[in-house]
């Protein structure tokens, strides 16, 4: 079939949309109609080129929700009309990984799928016999797409797809870090490093597991009044001193429960430092910088703060997504209050734009569907 696609065609230039051939479903692959689409930090950070494991051309995008169109031989747990919120992160089931309940790092498809090919090494997408290759096993950016079966969710009907499309990325890694990978328990102190998509996500997901105190941190002033509105009880804008100051504003000792959204080294070694003594566990979200380095004095560790971190918060995709798409459906967590920009397909560079100037919190991508 022919569909309209935004295809990174050289690094550091606008992405070009256009027509592109896709391929019928092979077996254990799915088509989907894809109806609503985030723009994520990742998709720029490798349209820039500064992503030494990316490539061009490529369809980007991997925020994507939308509805079954096709299943290709072998596909049992999906069918035409379900609809779906695409996860770049699969989870299989079976692997390893999967059975241990300890990862969310499921090793079923992720060689193939870190080149741009889907499991059997081959691509769906092409243009005039060229393959193109696919990106993060998603490429959302178009107005239907084939991924792996074990790479969709599976969610209630009922959820608009323009807010569910953010649990395919930003949302639930915030979310799923302070819910599953961290376990916030209830009472707790929280303090969140960053309050863009991820930070407000693990805001809410602090709220969610009834934190006490969740302390959100960011320079913007506008984005702090974002966090208490999804559940933040203090708001610091950082200085030199901001360790101490969260330190001093959680009982001498630092918060239970760290998190970091930001993506910068210095900020990751302050949510370690602000991490309870004893017994504080510190997230980390961000994506560093290509060969940045995280220092930490190790006796903040010999005294008992602990680090994790989490690709896509730690969520188990087909397992955590729909829960997602529940506590939203039943008025618990609120989704719609990050979209903050509407836009088409053809204005992708656009949302590219707002994302840099960091005007709001998340655009989407809305696709005609007839
Ligand atoms: N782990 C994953 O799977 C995963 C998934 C999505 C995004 N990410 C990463 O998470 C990070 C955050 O993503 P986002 O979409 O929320 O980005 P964002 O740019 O919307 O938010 C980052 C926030 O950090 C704030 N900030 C800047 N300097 C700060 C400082 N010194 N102290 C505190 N806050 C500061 C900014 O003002 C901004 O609000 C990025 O690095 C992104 O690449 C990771
Ligand atoms: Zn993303
Ligand atoms: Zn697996």
Redesign the pocket.
């Known amino acids: 079939m022919k569909i309209r696609a935004a295809v990174l065609e050289e690094f550091g230039k606008p992405l070009v949309v256009q027509d592109l051939e896709l391929a019928p479903p092979r077996a254990g692959e799915v088509l989907v109609r894809v109806h609503a689409c985030g723009v994520?930090?990742?998709d720029l950070?490798t349209a820039s080129g500064v992503d030494p494991s990316g490539y061009a051309p490529t369809v980007l995008g991997h925020e994507g929700a939308g509805v079954v169109e096709a299943v290709g031989e072998g596909v049992t747990s999906l069918r035409p009309g379900d609809h779906v919120v695409t996860l770049f992160?699969p989870e299989c089931g079976e692997c390893v990984h999967c059975r241990s309940g300890k990862t969310n790092i499921c090793l079923a498809i992720r060689e193939q799928q870190n080149r741009g090919y889907l499991p059997d090494g081959t691509t769906r997408l092409s243009r005039g016999g060229e393959p193109i290759r696919h990106f993060m096993g998603t490429s959302t950016f178009a107005e239907a797409t084939v991924l792996p079966e074990i790479a969709l969710a599976r969610i209630d009907p009922a959820a608009s797809m323009t807010s569910a499309c953010l649990l395919a990325?930003?949302a639930t890694?915030?979310l799923a870090?302070a819910i599953w990978k961290a376990e916030v328990e209830p009472g707790s102190t929280c303090a969140v490093?960053?309050?863009?998509?991820?930070?407000?996500?693990a805001v809410a997901g602090c709220k969610l597991r009834r934190a006490e105190r969740i302390l959100a941190?960011?320079?913007?002033a506008e984005?702090l009044e974002l966090a208490r509105r999804w559940g933040a009880t203090d708001l610091l804008q950082?200085d030199e001193h901001?360790v101490q100051r969260v330190v001093e504003m959680t009982g001498g000792f630092g918060a239970d429960y760290t998190f970091?959204?930001?993506?910068?080294v210095?900020?990751m070694g302050?949510a370690v430092e602000a991490a309870r003594m004893g017994w504080g566990l510190c997230t980390?979200?961000?994506?560093?910088g290509r060969g940045e380095k995280l220092e930490i004095v190790p006796r903040f560790l010999i005294t008992g703060r602990r680090v994790q971190?989490?690709?896509?918060?730690g969520a188990k995709g087909r397992t955590h997504v729909p829960q997602l798409v529940d506590m939203y459906l039943r008025g618990e967590l609120d989704l719609d209050g990050f979209v903050s920009h509407r836009v088409t397909l053809d204005q992708v560079n656009h949302a590219f734009e707002l994302?840099e100037q960091?005007d709001g919190?998340?655009s989407v991508i809305e696709f005609d569907v007839h």
């Not at 490093?193 to 991820?198: D, H, L, N, Q, S």
């Not at 970091?260 to 910068?264: D, K, V």
């Open positions: 994520c930090h990742t950070y992160s990325c930003g890694t915030g870090a490093f960053g309050a863009g998509m991820v930070g407000l996500g941190i960011d320079p913007s984005r950082p901001i970091e959204a930001t993506g910068r210095d900020v302050q980390i979200l961000g994506v560093a971190g989490g690709s896509f918060g994302m960091q919190i998340r």
